[in-house]
DNA sequence: GTCCGGAAAG
DNA sequence: CTTTCCGGAC
C-alpha cells in the first residue's frame, strides 16, 4: 500500500458514509438497537429481499416483540408465520435459540461477536450485524454486498466463492472500518451496495466515489466481483441399441440442445440414475 | 431453465 | 473443502 492509502480509505469510507446518511431507505429495523429485533430482522433478510422480508419481519415483531414471547410460541404458530419465506430451518434454528437463551442465558442476549456466533442459526454475517448493530463492536460485516463494493472500489479479481475470499475481504473490510463507528459504517457499506452499486447496472454516473473506484476506471463493473460458477456435474447413464442389418448399422442423428448436437450415434435411452440391464431392456 | 445467498452439514 | 436448503427475479 501507498503512504497516503490510509488516507484514501478514509476518504472513501467517509464519502460512503455521506452517501448512506442522504440515501438511506427508512426501514423499521433501523430505529432500534433492541439485540432481539437485530437478530430477528437479519434471519429473515438472510435469504430475502427487504420488499419481500418486510411484511414478514412486521408481521414477527407484532405476533412475538421480546425474545420470551418468541421462546414460549408453539411451534407449529411460528412455522406458520415463516410460511412462504423458504430455508425453513431458519425458522427452526431461531425459535431453538430463543429457547437457549431465555432458558439458559436468563433471557440475556449475548452481547459480543464471540458469544453470538455460538448460537445455533447466528454464522460470522449475522453475529458480526448483531454485535455491531446493536452493541456497536468493532466488528466489520461481510455480505453479497460488501464483496461487490469491495472489489469493484479496489479492483479485486480473487474469487469471492472461495474461502481464501473471506480472509482477504474479511481484513480489508475491517481495515477500512473506522473504530466507534461500526453500525454506521457496517449498514453503509451494505446499502451502498444494494442502492448505488447493484449487480447489474450500477449507478457510476452520479457515483460519489467514481473517481478512487478501480472497477470504474477500468470499466469492469461488470466483471467484478469475480465468482467462479460452479459447473455443476451432473450424471448421466446412456444405454445404446445397435440395430444391425446384414452390413448396415442404424444410426440416429442427435438434435436439440445437448451434448454432440447435429453428430450422430446409435439408438438411445437415457436415464437419470443407473439402471439394470432388465430394465434397461 | 439459471442465478442468488448465510449457515449447517457432509 | 463442497453441497444443501428455498423461493424469487429474470
Redesign the pocket.
Same mark, same amino acid.
Not at 132 to 152: K, P, Q, T, W
Not at 191 to 199: D, H, L
Given at each position: 500500500m501507498q503512504p497516503n492509502q490510509h488516507e484514501a480509505n478514509r476518504w472513501i469510507v467517509d464519502k460512503i458514509i455521506e452517501w448512506y446518511q442522504a440515501h438511506k431507505r427508512d426501514l423499521p429495523w433501523r430505529h432500534t438497537q433492541d439485540p432481539y429485533l437485530i437478530w430477528l430482522s437479519?434471519v429473515i433478510? *438472510? &435469504?430475502? @429481499?427487504v420488499? &419481500?422480508g418486510l411484511p414478514y419481519y412486521q408481521r414477527f415483531v407484532e405476533a412475538y416483540p421480546t425474545v420470551d414471547s418468541l421462546a414460549a410460541a408453539p411451534d407449529e404458530a411460528v412455522m406458520r408465520l415463516w &410460511?412462504? %419465506?423458504?430455508? /425453513?430451518? @431458519?425458522a427452526r !434454528?431461531m425459535l431453538a435459540t430463543a429457547r437457549y437463551i431465555v432458558e439458559q442465558l436468563g433471557g440475556e442476549f449475548p452481547a459480543r461477536y464471540a458469544d453470538l %456466533?455460538k %448460537?445455533?442459526?447466528?454464522?460470522?454475517?449475522? +453475529?458480526a +450485524?448483531i454485535a455491531s448493530f446493536a452493541f456497536d463492536e468493532d466488528v466489520a460485516v %461481510?455480505?453479497? !454486498?460488501v /464483496? @461487490?463494493v469491495l472489489a469493484r472500489i479496489f479492483g479485486i479479481e480473487e474469487d469471492? +466463492?472461495?474461502? *481464501?475470499a +473471506?480472509k482477504t475481504f474479511g481484513s480489508l473490510a475491517q481495515a477500512l472500518l473506522p473504530k466507534g463507528q461500526a453500525a454506521l459504517y457496517n449498514q453503509a457499506m451494505m446499502e451502498f451496495g444494494a442502492v448505488q452499486c447493484p449487480? *447489474?447496472k450500477p449507478l457510476c454516473l452520479y457515483c460519489p466515489i467514481q473517481q478512487t473506484c478501480e472497477a470504474f476506471r477500468r470499466s469492469m463493473q461488470q466483471e467484478l466481483p469475480v465468482?467462479k460458477?460452479?459447473v455443476?456435474?451432473r450424471e448421466r447413464f446412456f444405454y445404446y441399441a445397435i440395430f444391425q442389418s446384414g452390413e448396415q448399422i442404424a444410426l440416429r442423428k442427435r438434435t436439440g440442445k445437448d451434448i454432440w448436437e447435429g453428430l450422430y450415434d446409435f439408438y438411445l435411452y437415457e436415464t437419470p440414475t443407473e439402471a439394470s440391464e432388465e430394465a434397461v431392456l
Amino acid at each position: 500500500m501507498q503512504p497516503n492509502q490510509h488516507e484514501a480509505n478514509r476518504w472513501i469510507v467517509d464519502k460512503i458514509i455521506e452517501w448512506y446518511q442522504a440515501h438511506k431507505r427508512d426501514l423499521p429495523w433501523r430505529h432500534t438497537q433492541d439485540p432481539y429485533l437485530i437478530w430477528l430482522s437479519e434471519v429473515i433478510l *438472510q &435469504q430475502t @429481499r427487504v420488499k &419481500q422480508g418486510l411484511p414478514y419481519y412486521q408481521r414477527f415483531v407484532e405476533a412475538y416483540p421480546t425474545v420470551d414471547s418468541l421462546a414460549a410460541a408453539p411451534d407449529e404458530a411460528v412455522m406458520r408465520l415463516w &410460511q412462504g %419465506l423458504g430455508y /425453513y430451518s @431458519r425458522a427452526r !434454528n431461531m425459535l431453538a435459540t430463543a429457547r437457549y437463551i431465555v432458558e439458559q442465558l436468563g433471557g440475556e442476549f449475548p452481547a459480543r461477536y464471540a458469544d453470538l %456466533l455460538k %448460537l445455533k442459526g447466528i454464522g460470522k454475517y449475522t +453475529a458480526a +450485524a448483531i454485535a455491531s448493530f446493536a452493541f456497536d463492536e468493532d466488528v466489520a460485516v %461481510l455480505d453479497g !454486498n460488501v /464483496y @461487490r463494493v469491495l472489489a469493484r472500489i479496489f479492483g479485486i479479481e480473487e474469487d469471492i +466463492a472461495s474461502p *481464501q475470499a +473471506a480472509k482477504t475481504f474479511g481484513s480489508l473490510a475491517q481495515a477500512l472500518l473506522p473504530k466507534g463507528q461500526a453500525a454506521l459504517y457496517n449498514q453503509a457499506m451494505m446499502e451502498f451496495g444494494a442502492v448505488q452499486c447493484p449487480p *447489474q447496472k450500477p449507478l457510476c454516473l452520479y457515483c460519489p466515489i467514481q473517481q478512487t473506484c478501480e472497477a470504474f476506471r477500468r470499466s469492469m463493473q461488470q466483471e467484478l466481483p469475480v465468482k467462479k460458477s460452479k459447473v455443476k456435474v451432473r450424471e448421466r447413464f446412456f444405454y445404446y441399441a445397435i440395430f444391425q442389418s446384414g452390413e448396415q448399422i442404424a444410426l440416429r442423428k442427435r438434435t436439440g440442445k445437448d451434448i454432440w448436437e447435429g453428430l450422430y450415434d446409435f439408438y438411445l435411452y437415457e436415464t437419470p440414475t443407473e439402471a439394470s440391464e432388465e430394465a434397461v431392456l
